[in-house]
Structure formats: C-alpha cells, structure tokens
C-alpha cells in the first residue's frame, strides 16, 4: 500500500469533513499529525458535534459514498487485539482510500 503525507491527509479531511458537518468533526492524528507522514496508515478520528445525535449509519454511508470501503469493522480489530492480549475497547475500523489504509477512531 501507498503512504500518506500531511498533503494528502487533509485534502481527504477536508473533503470528508465538508460531508459530515455539522453533525460529525474530524481530527488528524498518529504519524501524519506528528512526523508528517506515515507509510502505514492515516489515523483520523470522528467525533459528533453532540452526543445527544450520533447516527452511525449516516457516517457508514457518507463514507462510503467518498469513495473509502471499509476493510475491517470494529469487531474484527478487537478480535485481533485480543490475540495480542490487549483489552482495548476503542471503536477503530480500518479503511481503504485510494489503496491506501485509514483507521478511523469513533469517539461518542
């Protein structure tokens, strides 16, 4: 898979952001944020811009439509995370943009 600079990863969030808003805001974080570049994955985490209106469906969906597809749900990273003994409970799917890997981390 290809890696990811600071370019590529924020023109994927801003387009993405433009999508989600005003109910879901994005961040970057993970090595893009913090080297610049990453030739792993993007980590981007989603966040609603309240808690009272959360509609996962509707973020699936909008992604999906951005043209990502989603490699791993959220059981399955679990699943692998157990393997390695952690109990981790975050929600972090992995995706697919352009072949090249997302990990999105779901804040509620």
Same mark, same amino acid.
């Given at each position: 898979?290809?890696?990811?600079?600071?370019?590529?990863?924020?023109?994927?969030?801003?387009?993405?952001?433009?999508?989600?808003?005003?109910?879901?805001?994005?961040?970057?974080?993970?090595?893009?944020?913090?080297? &610049? *570049? #990453? !030739?792993?994955?993007?980590?981007?985490? @989603?966040?609603? +811009?309240?808690?009272?209106?959360?509609?996962? =469906?509707?973020?699936?969906?909008?992604?999906?439509?951005? &043209? *990502? #597809? !989603?490699?791993?749900?959220?059981?399955? @990273?679990?699943? +692998?995370?157990?393997?390695?003994?952690?109990? =981790?409970?975050?929600?972090?799917?992995?995706?697919?943009?352009?072949?090249?890997?997302?990990?999105?981390?779901?804040?509620?």
């Amino acid at each position: 898979m290809k890696g990811w600079t600071v370019e590529d990863a924020l023109a994927l969030i801003c387009k993405l952001a433009e999508e989600l808003a005003p109910h879901y805001h994005l961040g970057l974080a993970g090595s893009v944020l913090l080297k &610049g *570049l #990453s !030739r792993n994955d993007l980590d981007i985490i @989603v966040y609603p +811009a309240s808690t009272e209106s959360q509609d996962k =469906d509707f973020v699936t969906k909008t992604l999906t439509e951005a &043209g *990502l #597809s !989603r490699v791993h749900d959220r059981d399955v @990273v679990q699943q +692998a995370w157990r393997k390695q003994g952690s109990n =981790d409970g975050k929600h972090v799917e992995v995706w697919e943009y352009e072949g090249k890997k997302v990990d999105f981390f779901f804040l509620s």
